[in-house]
């Protein structure tokens, strides 16, 4: 593996920069048999600036292969988040007769304004050409950005969200050659309207669990500050797409409860062999996004595999359609070992359940089942030196799981990076059931098979971690927990 893997806050299974700035995804395709993860990114330094398309590739969504830009910063202009389709039937007309076109669609941002421009690739995406019409949509408006384009196969033609993020509205267009594009709808301000601006918009169909042939849109977008755990954050609306316009059927949700996860989009072009709809975020929050890591800033979140499911948090309110994420099953390929330990006798004080030197390398999965009784909390503490731990628990007042990141580590970097940050979580059966991935500076907890998630990066200073458990009386019950430890995907 290359020396920066060894990096002691270095993601070892999550995608990063070698070095340099990166923010949102962009461009997530797959085509002959690689998934591609373009991405904003600044060659010149470590942090935002020059914009330019990043890119990277992977067979299996875990392994990925650093390529050269794909779009540069030219003339001012630095190209900003959009999409990328292949174009099976050249109705660009950008293919070279032997295969299909992969077409980026992306913001031009420079003198004074937004637009959206095209590019395309008839060689894998390793080199690409600007279409020479560019802009193909102008609205003379310094906040239109983020197209997220895709072939809507019910009414041939191919469709674009959009979004005037100072508006906070999302305007939806229509297109026979990606070309020329007409307006068919617009949606917004909605949700959570007192906050400002959307951005990164997304808009897929999903099949409900449990409810065989049923489907509905899901419509997601991004606000640059005020979510739920504070500073940027996603929310989502869940409806239906029909003549060209998107209804919310229910009120908006939040994607993610932790706070670093923004900007998520999905895998456009998946073969026909596999049905998933997958997307990947961005593992950083605007407002702390000066992470104290040198000279590479900013990793993407694991993969997640997207489903609608039918919950209710609580008994006080009706069952929503909710947003459900899983990490991708390609990453239990990772698994390099698995032990159970035995947790039950867990009580306060915290103690340990792990061998010294066990987890040196700090990139595991711990998956456990919690029986919270009638105890306030009972959870783990990712302890990394005496007085450094992060904790991720059940609490019993909220009915949420929180990861505590308060004494993880380096938090004075900024004032708004330490705290606890807190997701619903119901009992099913009178348990929660965890999957908590901890990658040296990342942790992410998918909770109940991932009806909600919550991420956030951490900076110990100590790599060498205990698993501690607790229980706030002995009502309450860590019933089971595997350890598996998790290899780096530097190593095939
Ligand atoms: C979101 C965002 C996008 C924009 C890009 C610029 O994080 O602000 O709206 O296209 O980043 O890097």
Same mark, same amino acid.
């Given at each position: 593996?290359?020396?920066?893997?060894?990096?002691?806050?270095?993601?070892?299974?999550?995608?990063?920069?070698?070095?340099?700035?990166?923010?949102?995804?962009?461009?997530?395709?797959?085509?002959?048999?690689?998934?591609?993860?373009?991405?904003?990114?600044?060659?010149?330094?470590?942090?935002?600036?020059?914009?330019?398309?990043?890119?990277?590739?992977?067979?299996?969504?875990?392994?990925?292969?650093?390529?050269?830009?794909?779009?540069?910063?030219?003339?001012?202009?630095?190209?900003?988040?959009?999409?990328?389709?292949?174009?099976?039937?050249?109705?660009?007309?950008?293919?070279?007769?032997?295969?299909?076109?992969?077409?980026?669609?992306?913001?031009?941002?420079?003198?004074?304004?937004?637009?959206?421009?095209?590019?395309?690739?008839?060689?894998?995406?390793?080199?690409?050409?600007?279409?020479?019409?560019?802009?193909?949509?102008?609205?003379?408006?310094?906040?239109?950005?983020?197209?997220?384009?895709?072939?809507?196969?019910?009414?041939?033609?191919?469709?674009?969200?959009?979004?005037?993020?100072?508006?906070?509205?999302?305007?939806?267009?229509?297109?026979?050659?990606?070309?020329?594009?007409?307006?068919?709808?617009?949606?917004?301000?909605?949700?959570?309207?007192?906050?400002?601006?959307?951005?990164?918009?997304?808009?897929?169909?999903?099949?409900?669990?449990?409810?065989?042939?049923? !489907?509905?849109?899901?419509?997601?977008?991004?606000?640059?500050?005020?979510?739920?755990?504070?500073?940027?954050?996603?929310?989502?609306?869940?409806?239906?797409?029909?003549?060209?316009?998107?209804?919310?059927?229910?009120?908006?949700?939040?994607?993610?409860?932790?706070?670093?996860?923004?900007?998520?989009?999905?895998?456009?072009?998946?073969?026909?062999?596999?049905?998933?709809?997958?997307?990947?975020?961005?593992?950083?929050?605007?407002?702390?996004?000066?992470?104290?890591?040198?000279?590479?800033?900013?990793?993407?979140?694991?993969?997640?595999?997207?489903?609608?499911?039918?919950?209710?948090?609580?008994?006080?309110?009706?069952?929503?359609?909710?947003?459900?994420?899983?990490?991708?099953?390609?990453? !239990?390929?990772?698994?390099?070992?698995?032990?159970?330990?035995?947790?039950?006798?867990?009580?306060?004080?915290?103690?340990?359940?792990?061998?010294?030197?066990?987890?040196?390398?700090?990139?595991?999965?711990?998956?456990?089942?919690?029986?919270?009784?009638?105890?306030?909390?009972?959870?783990?503490?990712?302890?990394?030196?005496?007085?450094?731990?992060?904790?991720?628990?059940?609490?019993?007042?909220?009915?949420?799981?929180?990861?505590?990141?308060?004494?993880?580590?380096?938090?004075?970097?900024?004032?708004?990076?330490?705290?606890?940050?807190?997701?619903?979580?119901?009992?099913?059966?009178?348990?929660?059931?965890?999957?908590?991935?901890?990658?040296?500076?990342?942790?992410?907890?998918?909770?109940?098979?991932?009806?909600?998630?919550?991420?956030?990066?951490?900076?110990?200073?100590?790599?060498?971690?205990?698993?501690?458990?607790?229980?706030?009386?002995?009502?309450?019950?860590?019933?089971?927990?595997?350890?598996?430890?998790?290899?780096?995907?530097?190593?095939?």
């Amino acid at each position: 593996s290359p020396d920066y893997m060894n990096e002691p806050l270095r993601p070892q299974f999550h995608f990063s920069p070698e070095i340099n700035w990166m923010n949102d995804p962009n461009g997530l395709v797959f085509h002959n048999g690689e998934y591609h993860l373009f991405h904003q990114y600044n060659p010149a330094g470590n942090s935002w600036g020059h914009m330019s398309w990043g890119h990277a590739v992977s067979t299996d969504l875990m392994h990925w292969k650093h390529l050269p830009i794909a779009l540069p910063e030219a003339n001012g202009i630095m190209a900003f988040s959009g999409s990328c389709v292949v174009d099976h039937r050249n109705t660009s007309g950008f293919g070279d007769g032997k295969s299909p076109p992969m077409v980026a669609v992306y913001t031009g941002h420079g003198h004074g304004k937004q637009v959206q421009n095209l590019a395309y690739s008839n060689d894998n995406g390793r080199t690409w050409t600007q279409y020479e019409k560019n802009p193909v949509l102008d609205l003379n408006k310094a906040d239109f950005r983020d197209p997220k384009v895709f072939w809507h196969e019910s009414t041939k033609r191919w469709i674009m969200v959009v979004s005037l993020a100072a508006e906070k509205v999302i305007v939806f267009y229509a297109s026979d050659d990606l070309k020329r594009w007409t307006e068919l709808s617009r949606f917004g301000p909605a949700g959570t309207i007192d906050k400002p601006n959307w951005e990164c918009p997304d808009l897929f169909e999903l099949p409900v669990e449990a409810e065989p042939g049923k !489907k509905l849109w899901v419509l997601e977008v991004d606000m640059g500050s005020g979510s739920v755990a504070g500073g940027s954050g996603g929310e989502y609306f869940v409806g239906t797409f029909e003549d060209g316009r998107f209804k919310a059927t229910q009120h908006a949700q939040w994607v993610d409860y932790g706070r670093d996860f923004y900007a998520p989009i999905s895998w456009d072009n998946m073969p026909d062999t596999d049905g998933r709809r997958i997307w990947i975020g961005w593992f950083n929050n605007w407002e702390t996004c000066l992470v104290p890591t040198s000279p590479w800033r900013s990793c993407m979140s694991i993969p997640r595999s997207l489903s609608l499911k039918k919950v209710a948090f609580n008994k006080e309110e009706p069952a929503i359609y909710v947003l459900n994420q899983r990490p991708v099953e390609e990453l !239990k390929e990772l698994r390099v070992s698995t032990r159970t330990i035995d947790a039950t006798k867990a009580a306060w004080p915290p103690t340990a359940v792990t061998q010294k030197d066990e987890l040196n390398d700090m990139t595991f999965e711990l998956e456990a089942t919690i029986t919270p009784g009638t105890a306030r909390s009972v959870g783990f503490r990712i302890r990394t030196a005496d007085d450094e731990f992060t904790e991720v628990a059940y609490d019993r007042h909220y009915s949420g799981v929180y990861i505590d990141r308060s004494k993880s580590g380096n938090v004075g970097f900024h004032d708004a990076f330490a705290g606890r940050h807190t997701a619903p979580a119901r009992t099913i059966n009178g348990e929660v059931t965890l999957r908590i991935f901890v990658d040296r500076s990342t942790i992410e907890v998918f909770i109940n098979g991932g009806e909600a998630v919550i991420s956030d990066r951490i900076f110990p200073t100590s790599k060498s971690p205990s698993i501690e458990v607790f229980a706030g009386n002995n009502s309450a019950k860590i019933t089971s927990v595997q350890l598996h430890k998790l290899r780096s995907t530097w190593r095939r």
